[in-house]
């Protein structure tokens, strides 16, 4: 026989032409494929065979022995949900950190086999850090964070200070409130957003006069953008505390926009979170339901029926079954739903999927995916 990957090289060159190739056949071979009118089927089937059990890929450098994956704490999802969740990380990349976050808090894990952290992974739940250090080959290195020097700290702070104020709000319990001044030009704004990302914030309540706890005691009032730089500023430099009590501020108050507020769920337990759930479903007014997905926190699987029906959001996803949609009242649905296979209990889980079928989606529609792993699951664990 000549060589074999001669051989390979003028069969898929005769079969790329669009040709027969038995005329390339080995000797050795005919009496394998014979010469009937599957002879050509045979000689790619044998030709696959030899390419794949003959030829290896020459790794790229030395081989390096890997530990096993680590195990986690949590079991892997039971093989029978494995599919569907594997279906809704395809349809809904986009909430892959709040699933993993929602299997958790029913005692589970994803299996290594339908997702792995990739590296640099960032924002993932504790749980999977074992994976996380085996993929990057140990724990990563923490950035050195960058610091402004002390020296001129006070004078940021001051300057930061001039462009806001602290008003006293209420008649009989009196709180202070941080109001942003209006600035008129972009430079101004974009100088405003980096003094908040470089002045700690007890710097800032100092050269207001104040204690960081007054700072906190309302939500701050002024343009989106400079109320969503304030939240992160306490977020990266105040106590768990007291970004606790900005965001409950800012989620009573119904005039606060609360997309900045995500950076401080961080600071919230499950039993906190869980508790201000609520709360937090009453403030969502799209049917994608994306907002409070962010603000759940650790508290994902948790939101009863009439907490979820109370929201605003909720009537407009409702509107939307069983109606002849657009697409973009489509798409708003399909999130909506997967969204909210997120955030409730197993018991309004299973009466969400009750009122989609009543309303005339078939048990089998993949919009009820995360409906229907949510029911499958056990149920959350209690806080």
Same mark, same amino acid.
């Given at each position: 026989m ?5 051989t390979?090289v ?11 190739a ?16 599957q ?22 450098g030395?081989?390096?022995?890997r530990?096993?994956?680590?195990? &986690? ?26 699933? &993993? ?11 290594p ?6 590296k ?19 724990? /990563?290195s ?19 200070a ?57 939500? %701050? ?6 109320? !969503?730089a304030?939240?992160?500023m306490?977020?990266?430099? /105040?106590?768990?505390e ?31 979170a ?7 479903l009453?403030?969502e ?8 997905? !962010?603000?759940?926190g650790?508290a ?27 697409r %973009? ?29 009543h309303?005339?989606?078939? %048990?089998?529609? %993949? ?17």
């Amino acid at each position: 026989m000549d060589d074999l990957g001669d051989t390979i090289v003028r069969l898929r060159a005769a079969w790329m032409a669009g040709g027969a190739a038995l005329k390339h056949c080995p000797p050795e071979w005919l009496p394998a494929i014979g010469d009937g009118p599957q002879a050509e089927l045979a000689l790619a089937a044998l030709a696959g065979q030899a390419l794949h059990s003959v030829f290896r890929p020459a790794p790229g450098g030395p081989l390096v022995p890997r530990e096993i994956l680590p195990a &986690l704490p949590l079991p892997p999802v039971p093989d029978a949900l494995r599919p569907r969740v594997r279906r809704l990380m395809a349809a809904h990349p986009w909430m892959l950190k709040h699933l &993993l976050m929602f299997l958790a808090a029913r005692g589970v894990t994803m299996h290594p086999a339908d997702w792995l952290p990739a590296k640099r992974s960032d924002g993932l739940p504790a749980l999977y850090a074992p994976w996380t250090d085996w993929v990057n080959g140990g724990p /990563a290195s923490p950035k050195p964070a960058a610091k402004t020097p002390v020296l001129d700290m006070p004078a940021l702070a001051a300057e930061l200070a001039q462009m806001l104020e602290i008003a006293t709000v209420g008649l009989l319990h009196r709180r202070k409130r941080v109001k942003i001044r209006p600035l008129k030009t972009a430079p101004q704004n974009a100088r405003l957003k980096l003094l908040f990302s470089q002045v700690p914030f007890a710097a800032l309540a100092a050269a207001l006069g104040a204690t960081p706890a007054d700072l906190v005691q309302t939500a %701050p009032t002024g343009a989106e953008a400079g109320i !969503d730089a304030f939240a992160a500023m306490v977020a990266a430099s /105040a106590t768990a505390e007291e970004q606790r009590a900005l965001f409950t501020a800012m989620l009573d108050d119904p005039e606060c926009p609360l997309a900045g507020t995500r950076p401080l769920v961080a600071a919230l337990d499950q039993r906190q979170a869980a508790s201000l759930l609520p709360k937090v479903l009453r403030r969502e007014a799209a049917p994608q339901f994306k907002l409070a997905l !962010d603000l759940a926190g650790e508290a994902l699987g948790f939101a009863t029926l009439p907490d979820i029906t109370a929201a605003p959001g909720y009537r407009i996803l409702h509107d939307h079954l069983g109606a002849e949609l657009e697409r %973009p009242a489509q798409a708003a649905l399909t999130a909506g739903l997967a969204a909210l296979g997120l955030l409730a209990d197993a018991k309004a889980a299973q009466s969400l999927i009750d009122i989609c079928i009543h309303a005339g989606l078939s %048990p089998a529609d %993949p919009k009820l995916d995360a409906l229907q792993l949510n029911a499958a699951l056990p149920p959350e664990i209690s806080v």
